[in-house]
């Protein structure tokens, strides 16, 4: 079974400023996707960005990347110029590669919770 | 707006009772997950349906059910509901993986449950 630990429970940040989340897995599967999803005050689940395993190329989405380590099994989210409407709890997660026809399901940290302050 | 319909969004009940949640997949996604989110905690998988056939099993109690009609509609049923059931449930829904598409889970808003 895979685990994901996402280790500070909370985080604040000063607006413009830059933080990183960090979040370390556990698995014997060598292809898999990872993710960091955002949960605002609305409860909504949003995806922020993801990885493919076999890609060493860290995945980058506007003001959002990625420090993906496969060997450290470590994926850490790093967001830049933080905005106040960052402002949310945020949540790794990680799917193994299977069929689409495969029993599979996506496995998320505890999540961290994250304030911009201005 | 995730495309994944869930209903109701808000539903308060007594313990005991029983309560169905409903959802709507996105076009084209065959894949539906429930998972439980109670208060300040994390997402806790319940169950997978692919294409009307239970895929995975999470840690879903006995008292729950869930199902997956033709029309790739999912239902997921809780009965002799208890407090410690209060919860958001969500349901999540992915497209099949493709050269484009990673299969990403996409999440409707949830139906926020409370068992007085």
């Known amino acids: 079974a895979q685990t994901v630990t996402q280790s500070q429970p909370e985080m604040s940040v000063q607006e413009a400023e830059t933080v990183t989340l960090s979040c370390t897995y556990d698995t014997s599967e060598n292809n898999y996707y990872l993710f960091w999803y955002k949960q605002p005050p609305s409860r909504q689940m949003i995806l922020v960005i993801r990885q493919e395993a076999y890609k060493q190329q860290n995945a980058t989405e506007n003001r959002f990347s990625v420090n993906f380590q496969k060997a450290a099994k470590s994926f850490s989210l790093k967001i830049s110029d933080s905005q106040l409407g960052d402002t949310a709890m945020y949540f790794c997660a990680f799917m193994k590669h299977a069929g689409d026809n495969a029993g599979n399901m996506l496995t998320f940290g505890g999540g961290t919770r994250l304030m911009v302050k201005p | 707006d995730s495309g994944v319909t869930q209903t109701p969004k808000h539903l308060i009940t007594a313990t005991g009772q029983r309560v169905t949640l409903r959802c709507s997949p996105r076009s084209g996604d065959l894949s539906v997950y429930w998972y439980q989110q109670s208060l300040d905690q994390g997402l806790q998988f319940l169950i997978q349906?692919?294409?009307?056939?239970?895929?995975a099993k999470g840690n879903i109690l006995e008292r729950f059910s869930a199902q997956q009609f033709p029309d790739l509609h999912s239902e997921l049923n809780l009965s002799s509901l208890e407090l410690g059931d209060s919860a958001l449930y969500f349901c999540a829904s992915r497209y099949p993986l493709s050269f484009a598409n990673t299969g990403e889970l996409f999440f409707g808003e949830g139906s926020r449950l409370t068992v007085l």
């Open positions: 349906y692919y294409n009307g056939e239970e895929r």
